[in-house]
Nanobody, 128 residues
Framework: QVQLVESGGGLVEAGGSLRLSCAAS????????IGWFRQAPGKEREFVSG???????????AYADSVKGRFTISRDNAKNTVALQMNSLNPEDTGVYYC??????????????????WGQGTQVTVSS
């Protein structure tokens, strides 16, 4: 049974940082592309960042324009975890953050429908 469990959310002031983590189990993690999405109240779920499976040259990454230069995605295949380092947070970053996974992709996927497995989400609240 595949499980993705997010952690690291919380309340932070604007300009602050948070580091989200997603722990995966029940799958051969190295074979899965990973993504982070978020959903604010009353809004649709939106892409934040994604990473393809690791190759000898490292996984390919993608970011939403709104987080480029502020967020960094990384993965540790030995620990079956993926992280999202979020810096310079602003109130528009508030929402529930989800990690997602899909088997065997060589490019970062940026639409929710492309992912098969999802975590339960972790709340991020940025105060002004």
């Amino acid at each position: 049974q595949v499980q993705l469990v997010e952690s690291g959310g919380g309340l932070v002031e604007a300009g602050g940082s948070l580091r989200l983590s997603c722990a995966a189990s029940g799958l051969t993690f190295i074979n899965y592309g990973i993504g982070w999405f978020r959903q604010a109240p009353g809004k649709e779920r939106e892409f934040v960042s994604g990473m393809s499976i690791n190759s000898w040259s490292g996984g390919r990454t993608a970011y939403a324009d709104s987080v480029k230069g502020r967020f960094t995605i990384s993965r540790d295949n030995a620990k079956n975890t993926v992280a999202l380092q979020m810096n310079s947070l602003n109130p528009e970053d508030t929402g529930v953050y989800y990690c997602a996974a899909r088997l065997g992709v060589s490019r970062p996927m940026m639409t929710a429908s492309e992912y098969v497995y999802w975590g339960q989400g972790t709340q991020v609240t940025v105060s002004s």
